[in-house]
C-alpha cells in the first residue's frame, strides 16, 4: 500500500475514532451492551436522521396496521404505556417482539398517584409527596409497591437483553399530573429516588432514561446529568400555535447540543425538511395513539414516513451488530487492521 494510501486511511480511522470518543455515555455505568449499543446510534443519528415513532394503545386499534397500510412502512420506534396493570404483561410481550423485529421499544408509565388509584384519571389526582416518603403511610406503601410491580416487568427485558427507552413523569413541569403539582424539587425527589432504586438496587441496565419536558422546558426541573440520558419536550398544538424551534433550543440550552433531544409526544408528527431546515434536530417524534394518528391526513403521514430525513422500521440497522463494539474491542480492531497492511 502506498505511503499516501496508508496516510489517508489513518485520517479516516482518526476522525472515526475521534467522532466515536466523543460520544455521551449513559448515566447507568453498568449499563447493559444493548443499552449502550442504541444509545450510541441514537447519538450517530442525532442532527443527520429523526426517528419515526408511533404510540400504541390496546382498546381495540391497531395504530400500526393503520400506519403501515397509509404509509408502506412502520415507524422504527413503538411507544407502550404501564398505566393499565392488567395489560402490562402484554406491553412487555409487546417491547420483546418489537425489538426482535428490529425496532425500538419505549415505555411510558401513567402512574396513578399512589394509594389513589391506577388509570388515566387518578394521574391527575392530588397526593402529599411528602407523605409518599414517609414510611408507613398509604402513601409510601403504594409508592414502593408499584415501584417493584413495574421493576418485574421490566426485569423480563432485561433477562432477555432487550434495552427501553424508559420516560416515566412525562410532561413533568406540567400541573396536570401528580408528580408535577408540587413543584419541581419534589418532582426531583421522585425521580432521583427512582433512579436511584431501578439502577443501583434494582440492577435495571437495560434502561435509557428520557425525561420529558411539556412545551415550556425550565431547568429548574431538571435532576442532573448523572440521572438522564435524554431529554424532550412535547406538544400537541402544530407549528403556528407552538413554535416548535422555542420549545426544541428551551431543552438545548438545558442539557446541551450532544444529549438527543425527541419531541417525545406530539398530535401532528413534524414536517422533517422544515424542521432541519430551521434548526429543529428531533431525534424522534412519536406521534400519539387513536384519534390523533387518524385526525393526520394520510397524505401528510405518507409525507413525513417517505421523507429520506426519516428512519422507518425497514431503516433501522441491526443496532448490536453495528454499535455493539466497545472502546476496548474497537481499538483491537483498529491495531489487527493496521498490523496487516
Known sequence: MSPLKKICLYGILFCSIKAYAQQMELSNKNASPEAKALYCYLQAMYGHKMLAGQMTSNWGFDELKYVLDSTGRLPAIRGLDFIDSSKNEKEVK????WWRKGGIPTIMWHWG???IGSGYENTKKEVDIDKVFEYGTPENKAFWKELDEKAELLEKLNRRHIPVLWRPFHELNGSWFW???KGPAQFKRLWITMYNYYVH??????LIWVLCYADKPDGAWYPGRQYVDIAGADTYQT?????RLAMYNRVKTIVGDEMPIPMHECGV??????SFK?????????EWHTNFLTKVPTPQLRDVYSSDLVITLDKVPDIMAVYGTDRTSLWRRIKNFFDRL
Open 278 to 286: 430551521e434548526g429543529i434536530k428531533w431525534s424522534w417524534f412519536m
Open 239 to 243: 407549528e403556528e400555535k407552538i413554535p
Open 201 to 206: 438496587e434494582k440492577h435495571l441496565d437495560n
Open 94 to 97: 409487546f417491547a420483546r417482539k
Open 269 to 274: 408528527p413534524p414536517d422533517p425538511a422544515k
Open 179 to 181: 408528580w408535577g403539582k
Open 113 to 115: 398517584a399512589p394509594s
